[in-house]
């Protein structure tokens, strides 16, 4: 968490030099909107649910009709699987994510593609302590809270388009997940046994909507 506050840090300072350096390429935007992740595996049959995403950026000129995007930003993205009982378990994934976006401004000040990585840092899955037990639908020897050790660093791809005037954009992105976020499961010789001795693996989908306001 200190280095997550330190790289926080570090941008807002950035994008306050930038800004007073050259005000006509350089503008620090805000930004908060919703999102709906959705889950890659051939083991589990996820719901999509709607989560939330907020945090702060940096957009500049780069090259002729390019701009580069930094930010951070801060979600909390959500997913269900099904119990035995056919009833709806809620997974919750908070996460940092630190990003580096091209952009190409299709229309100047108006609307650009963007596309670059993504780094997400998060913490386990989230569950309700009423569902911790609950045995699950795709594999019934394996509890909810059994799954909740995920990956804690996972690496996505951004691409996404925005639109809207010069200060007040509409953002719409997706991120999907390159790296097994499930792979840490995978570790628990016990888990892979309950598991049918196979491994984890899923990937995840972020789907986004955000406005962004520039200063």
């Keep these: ?6 790289l926080l840090t570090l941008l807002v300072t950035f994008s306050i030099n930038a800004q007073y350096g050259s005000r006509d390429s350089n503008r620090i935007g805000i930004s908060g909107g919703i999102t709906q992740m959705s889950l890659f595996s051939d083991q589990f049959n996820a719901k999509p ?3 939330w995403i907020g945090g702060f ?7 002729n009709d390019w701009q580069m995007a930094f930010g951070m930003n801060f979600t909390e993205s959500n997913f269900s699987l099904q119990s035995v009982l056919d009833k709806d378990i809620n997974y919750k994934m908070s996460a940092v994510q630190i990003y580096l976006t091209g952009s190409y401004m299709i229309i100047e ?3 650009t593609f963007e596309i670059g990585p ?4 998060n913490g386990k ?9 609950k045995l699950l639908k795709d594999s019934p020897l394996i509890t909810a809270k059994d799954i909740t050790d995920i990956t804690k660093i996972n690496g996505n791809i951004y691409a996404g388009i925005t639109a809207g005037i010069k200060n007040v954009r509409l953002h719409v992105s997706y991120q999907y997940g390159v790296n097994n976020f499930m792979n840490n499961l995978n570790k628990s010789d016990e888990l892979k046994l309950l598991n049918g001795n196979e491994k984890f693996k899923a990937n995840y989908g972020i789907l986004s909507g955000m406005i962004t306001f520039y200063l």
């Design 49 to 51: 649910e709607t989560g």
């Design 57 to 63: 950026s940096l957009r500049g000129n780069y090259y």
């Design 125 to 133: 899955l989230a569950i309700d302590e009423e569902d911790e037990l």
């Design 1 to 6: 968490m200190k280095k997550v506050i330190c």
């Design 109 to 111: 000040n108006h609307l």
């Design 118 to 121: 993504v780094l997400q840092i």
